[in-house]
């Protein structure tokens, strides 16, 4: 990304960190249809721009079945 060198233990740690997180959205929206409630707001809009960036790092957490409120 922008030309750098990843470094893939550093990512492969940051999205095992980041599972524990989804698994807590996934209960949040299980029970409510956005983030912050039953309205769209900016919150969720805030969550946008770093799904497409782990897609464009090649992770493909954010469409794992086993949450299925957060895919």
């Given at each position: 990304?922008?030309?750098?060198?990843?470094?893939?233990?550093?990512?492969?740690?940051?999205?095992?960190?980041?599972?524990?997180?989804?698994?807590?959205?996934?209960?949040?929206?299980?029970?409510?249809k956005?983030?912050?409630?039953?309205?769209?707001?900016?919150?969720?809009?805030?969550?946008?721009?770093?799904?497409?960036?782990?897609?464009?790092?090649?992770?493909?957490?954010?469409?794992?079945?086993?949450?299925?409120?957060?895919?």
């Amino acid at each position: 990304y922008l030309g750098l060198t990843p470094d893939q233990a550093v990512f492969e740690k940051h999205i095992a960190n980041l599972g524990p997180k989804l698994d807590a959205y996934d209960v949040i929206l299980s029970k409510q249809k956005y983030v912050a409630g039953d309205e769209f707001t900016l919150a969720d809009l805030f969550h946008l721009p770093y799904g497409w960036l782990l897609a464009a790092a090649g992770s493909q957490i954010l469409y794992d079945e086993s949450r299925p409120n957060v895919v």
